[in-house]
């Protein structure tokens, strides 16, 4: 499922996230955006409720887009700890976003695996 977020409850919703945030910046006329919303909750299935998913309808939440500089839509920024881990944005068609999909679960198993060996090595 994905979550509506709002500049109101972005920082509660993604910024203060316990978990990792994937977030999509869309807006109704985007044609390629449409075609991503239907792979993101495959995406988050994949791992579980290891992600959160949000969007982010960018006409409606300016201050967000321009925040976050977007070029382009649909725009993926994946965080972590309030931080930017991971920025897809420029796709070109569905092959694009599959790839890109597929590079975000590469970088957060890589961030699961740097959390556990940090929590091996802090106890």
């Known amino acids: ?40 909750p495959k995406f988050q299935s994949q791992w579980g409720g290891n992600v959160k ?26 965080f972590e700890d309030g ?4 920025r897809l944005d420029n796709f070109r068609g569905r092959d694009d976003i599959w790839q890109a999909l597929q590079a975000i679960s590469l970088t957060c198993a890589t961030s699961r695996v740097r959390s556990r060996e940090y929590q091996t090595h802090s106890a």
């Open 83 to 86: 931080k930017i881990l991971y």
């Open 1 to 40: 499922m994905v979550l509506s977020v709002t500049e109101r409850t972005f920082t509660q919703e993604v910024l203060e996230s316990p978990i990792p945030v994937l977030v999509h910046f869309w807006a109704p006329w985007c044609g390629l955006c449409h075609l991503i919303n239907p792979q993101l």
């Open 53 to 78: 998913l949000v969007g982010i309808n960018a006409d409606s939440n300016f201050k967000l887009a321009n925040a976050y500089h977007l070029t382009s839509l649909p725009t993926l920024i994946l």
